[in-house]
């Protein structure tokens, strides 16, 4: 069955340091998602990615995220300077349309 | 808005008990509706999702779901519960490009 790929697992990085968030969605799918979940929290929507722009974000999406679609394949998030709360689970996750969507496994930042 | 509530954040059952976790919903129109499961240090994993149709609706792993529009609930059951179905469960509704999660419940299922 067709998985949606991010990696790292795990990223430790310090305050104020960019991170790149990686992902592979499934390959005919058109929407792209980047949720997070902070430890014991629910998961957050973060964006949606459609048609090579951003469809819709959250407050949480400030001018610190950054979404790519680099080379037709990859689906990035980039946080410009982490700070301690970006510490959590984000989670990619892409879909051919509404209103199913698989989830990746998941990577675990930490931010110290 | 579009929202889904779980109003217990913790169900704790006896292995071979029925399993039941609780969601309701709060939707204009007909609403679709998800359950998604977190397995520790895990993804979110796709259970059972409502569109239309029967009010039953089967799922992933021996999980089906009522729809039950005249209490707008979407509750999660299990006939017999394993020790491995421990885990968070996500109640979950679309909401335009998103999916808006419940809080969660976590399961924990004892031998």
């Known amino acids: 069955e067709p998985e949606v790929t991010q990696t790292p697992s795990h990223q430790v990085t310090q305050m104020g340091q960019e991170v790149i968030l990686r992902c592979v969605p499934i390959s005919n799918h058109l929407y792209f998602y980047w949720y997070r979940q902070i430890l014991g929290q629910k998961v957050e929507f973060l964006v949606s990615f459609y048609n090579n722009e951003i469809s819709e974000k959250s407050e949480i999406f400030d001018d610190q995220f950054s979404v790519e679609r680099p080379d037709g394949s990859n689906f990035t998030l980039k946080i410009r300077s982490t700070k301690l709360e970006d510490s959590a689970m984000y989670f990619c996750?892409?879909?051919?349309?509404?209103?199913?969507?698989?989830f990746g496994s998941g990577t675990r930042l930490t931010v110290v | 808005a579009q929202s889904v509530a779980q109003p217990e954040d913790q169900v704790n059952v006896a292995e071979g008990n029925p399993l039941t976790v609780k969601c309701t919903y709060s939707v204009s129109g007909n609403p679709y509706l998800f359950w998604y499961v977190q397995y520790p240090n895990r993804g979110l994993q796709f259970l059972l999702k409502y569109i239309t149709g029967d009010n039953l609706v089967k799922g992933s792993y021996g999980f089906e779901a009522e729809f039950n529009k005249s209490q707008t609930s979407f509750h999660l059951k299990k006939p017999s519960a394993l020790v491995s179905d421990s885990a968070l469960y996500f109640c979950?509704?679309?909401?335009?490009?998103?999916?808006?999660f419940g809080a969660g419940t976590t399961v924990t299922v004892r031998a």
């Open positions: 979950a509704v679309p909401l335009d490009y998103k999916l808006s």
């Open positions: 996750a892409s879909s051919e349309g509404y209103p199913a969507r698989t």
